[in-house]
């Protein structure tokens, strides 16, 4: 699995580093780490991509 920002204008997404728990019910839980918090009521966009 990869979590990376949106490319923007064909630049390639910075990667983000990531904890993944399969949680006992079933469910996949991902937290993505942000190099700097992210300001209350910005938006942000990642991609994930799971092989």
Same mark, same amino acid.
């Given at each position: 699995? #990869? !979590?990376? =920002?949106?490319? *923007?204008?064909? *630049? %390639? %997404?910075?990667? =983000?580093?990531? =904890? /993944?728990?399969?949680?006992?019910? %079933?469910?996949? #839980? !991902?937290? !993505?780490? @942000?190099? =700097?918090? /992210?300001?209350? %009521?910005? #938006? @942000?966009?990642?991609? *994930?991509?799971?092989?």
């Amino acid at each position: 699995m #990869e !979590v990376r =920002s949106i490319a *923007v204008e064909g *630049v %390639g %997404g910075t990667r =983000s580093d990531k =904890s /993944v728990l399969w949680r006992d019910d %079933g469910r996949l #839980e !991902v937290l !993505v780490h @942000f190099a =700097s918090p /992210v300001a209350r %009521g910005n #938006e @942000f966009q990642v991609l *994930v991509e799971i092989d």
